[in-house]
């Protein structure tokens, strides 16, 4: 697997592995409708922020946005048939060293209740909620070092 910054053209490809993603954890069409907005990949995201791709064999797995003048992980998406691969840890380590290049000392994550525990286990904490505006669900917000390794990984 390598991990490559993402390309002008791939947009509408990381927009659908992103809905794919988030439909894996059991939402029906209309509410990832709802949330297509949210989960667009943009050509400005691909100026503004650092947007890094997995790719395995080829084909793209994965995908994790960083917005740098937020402070925030924007989006962090495993392609269904990866999850569970080391495919989203490897990302968020990637995130967090590209934060850490750019001078943050920690991303602020707006979690999927369901992703939450993968965040936790990878050392982010809790840091209240948000309410989405797209779906209107409360979600967990997560803060997490780009200083220090995640357990396990020894720098």
Not at 22 to 42: N, Y
Not at 100 to 120: M, N, V
């Amino acid at each position: 697997m390598i991990i490559r910054p993402a390309r002008a053209g791939e947009e509408s490809e990381l927009t659908e592995l992103a809905i794919r993603s988030k439909g894996h954890w059991g939402h029906d069409a209309a509410f990832l409708e709802r949330a297509r907005a949210e989960l667009t990949v943009r050509p400005e995201h691909l100026e503004r922020w650092i947007v890094r791709v997995a790719e395995r064999d080829g084909a793209v797995v994965g995908l994790a946005a960083v917005d740098p003048g937020a402070a925030e992980l924007e989006l962090l998406f495993v392609d269904p048939p990866a999850i569970g691969t080391g495919v989203g840890r490897a990302l968020l380590q990637d995130a967090l060293d590209r934060a850490r290049a750019a001078g943050l000392g920690e991303l602020l994550i707006e979690s999927d209740p369901d992703a939450e525990p993968f965040y936790r286990a990878a050392g982010a904490q809790p840091h209240g909620t948000r309410t989405s505006s797209s779906t209107g669900r409360e979600l967990p917000l997560l803060r997490i070092s780009a200083l220090l390794p995640p357990p396990g990984r020894r720098e």
